[in-house]
C-alpha cells in the first residue's frame, strides 16, 4: 500500500509518480489500483494528468505506464546541480584509479542512501548500488558513514525510520545496534561494510564534510572479501580522506564562485 501524503494534489501526484517507478518495469493500471490508497477515479485522473504532462508515458500496445522523457529531463538538471556528482566526479575517477576498487559516491534522502554516482573498478563487480538507486542507510558503509555525523538532532529520527531488516547474518538488528556503531565510527572518523548488505560485499567510508562540519555525503571503497579485506581497504583510508577533502573544497568553491574574486579585489 503506497503512503498517502499530506500535501494536497501535488504531493499525491508524487506519490503515484513514485508507485509507477518502484516496480521498475513497464506497469499496467491494473496492477496500480492493486496497490494504490485512492480509488479507481481518482487514481484515473492522476495517471492521465501525469501522462499528459509527460511526467509518465503511455504504451498503447502494451497498455502500461513508465516515468516519461520530462522526468528524465528534470533528474538530468537535478543530478547537474543538486547533487555531488558532477563536482565528486574527477575525485572519484582518481581514487578508483589509485586503488583499484569500486568507488561510491552518496548522499542521504531523507534517512535513506543515494547513491548518485559510482565508479566501477578496472574488474567490476555485481551489486546491488547503482547511481539513482535508493539503499538502506543503517547496513551500508556510506549511509552508517553519513548518519555518524549529521546534526544530533536528526539523528534519532533518522534512526526510527530505518527498517532493520536481516540481509545477512552481519546486519546490524537494532537501533542500539546502530547507535554504538555510530559513536564508533565517529570516534574513528570512517565506517565499513562488513557484509552488512550484500554477502561479500565490503568497505570503507568516508563522509564529505563542510569547514563548519555539515554533512555532504560520503564516498566509498568497496571491493570484496574474495580479493581483499578490512584491513587491506582500512589502508586506503589517508587517500580517501584526502578524495573527500578535495570535494568538500570543490563544493566550497563551486557555492562561492566569486569568494576568492572578492577577496582578491578587496570586495
Same mark, same amino acid.
Given at each position: 500500500?503506497?503512503?498517502?501524503?499530506?500535501?494536497?494534489?501535488?504531493?499525491?501526484?508524487?506519490?503515484?509518480? *513514485?508507485?509507477? #517507478?518502484?516496480?521498475?518495469? =513497464? $506497469?499496467?493500471?491494473?496492477?496500480?489500483? &492493486?496497490?494504490?490508497?485512492?480509488?479507481?477515479?481518482?487514481?484515473?485522473?492522476?495517471?492521465?494528468?501525469?501522462?499528459?504532462? %509527460?511526467?509518465?508515458?503511455?504504451?498503447?500496445? %502494451?497498455?502500461?505506464?513508465?516515468?516519461?522523457?520530462?522526468? $528524465?529531463?528534470?533528474?538530468?538538471?537535478?543530478?547537474?546541480?543538486?547533487?555531488?556528482?558532477?563536482?565528486? %566526479?574527477?575525485?572519484?575517477?582518481?581514487?578508483?584509479?589509485?586503488?583499484?576498487?569500486?568507488?561510491?559516491? &552518496?548522499?542521504? *534522502?531523507? #534517512?535513506?542512501?543515494?547513491?548518485?554516482?559510482?565508479?566501477?573498478?578496472?574488474?567490476?563487480?555485481?551489486?546491488? @548500488?547503482?547511481?539513482?538507486?535508493?539503499?538502506?542507510?543503517?547496513?551500508?558503509? $556510506?549511509?552508517?558513514?553519513?548518519? &555518524?555525523?549529521? &546534526? @544530533?538532532?536528526?539523528?534519532?529520527?533518522?534512526?526510527?525510520?530505518?527498517?532493520?531488516?536481516?540481509?545477512? =547474518?552481519?546486519?546490524?538488528?537494532?537501533?542500539?545496534?546502530?547507535?554504538?556503531?555510530?559513536?564508533?565510527?565517529?570516534?574513528?572518523?570512517?565506517?565499513?561494510?562488513?557484509?552488512?548488505?550484500?554477502?561479500?560485499?565490503?568497505?570503507?567510508?568516508?563522509?564529505?564534510?563542510?569547514? @563548519?562540519? %555539515?554533512?555532504?555525503?560520503?564516498? @566509498?571503497?568497496?571491493?570484496?572479501?574474495?580479493?581483499?579485506?578490512?584491513?587491506?581497504?582500512?589502508?586506503?583510508?589517508?587517500?580517501?580522506?584526502?578524495?573527500?577533502?578535495?570535494?568538500?573544497?570543490?563544493?566550497?568553491?563551486?557555492?562561492?564562485?566569486?569568494?576568492?574574486?572578492?577577496?582578491?579585489?578587496?570586495?
Amino acid at each position: 500500500m503506497a503512503h498517502v501524503t499530506g500535501d494536497g494534489t501535488v504531493g499525491k501526484a508524487l506519490e503515484v509518480l *513514485d508507485q509507477v #517507478a518502484a516496480f521498475g518495469r =513497464p $506497469v499496467r493500471f491494473s496492477e496500480l489500483l &492493486a496497490q494504490s490508497p485512492f480509488p479507481k477515479p481518482t487514481l484515473y485522473r492522476f495517471v492521465q494528468t501525469l501522462t499528459n504532462q %509527460r511526467m509518465l508515458a503511455y504504451d498503447p500496445d %502494451r497498455q502500461t505506464y513508465t516515468p516519461g522523457l520530462r522526468l $528524465v529531463r528534470l533528474a538530468h538538471a537535478a543530478w547537474e546541480q543538486s547533487t555531488l556528482a558532477p563536482i565528486a %566526479r574527477p575525485h572519484i575517477e582518481a581514487l578508483s584509479s589509485q586503488v583499484g576498487e569500486t568507488v561510491h559516491l &552518496a548522499q542521504l *534522502d531523507h #534517512a535513506h542512501v543515494l547513491y548518485v554516482d559510482k565508479v566501477n573498478a578496472a574488474q567490476p563487480v555485481e551489486m546491488y @548500488s547503482q547511481a539513482g538507486k535508493i539503499g538502506p542507510a543503517y547496513c551500508t558503509g $556510506v549511509g552508517k558513514t553519513m548518519l &555518524a555525523f549529521i &546534526a @544530533s538532532d536528526r539523528v534519532e529520527e533518522c534512526i526510527a525510520q530505518q527498517s532493520f531488516h536481516i540481509f545477512t =547474518p552481519h546486519t546490524l538488528t537494532g537501533p542500539e545496534a546502530l547507535r554504538e556503531e555510530l559513536r564508533d565510527i565517529r570516534t574513528r572518523g570512517y565506517g565499513f561494510d562488513r557484509e552488512e548488505h550484500e554477502p561479500g560485499i565490503i568497505c570503507v567510508a568516508m563522509p564529505i564534510l563542510s569547514e @563548519s562540519g %555539515r554533512v555532504h555525503g560520503a564516498i @566509498s571503497v568497496t571491493s570484496t572479501t574474495e580479493r581483499n579485506d578490512l584491513a587491506g581497504l582500512e589502508a586506503q583510508v589517508p587517500l580517501l580522506r584526502e578524495t573527500a577533502t578535495s570535494i568538500s573544497r570543490d563544493i566550497h568553491n563551486w557555492s562561492f564562485p566569486d569568494h576568492d574574486k572578492k577577496q582578491a579585489t578587496g570586495g
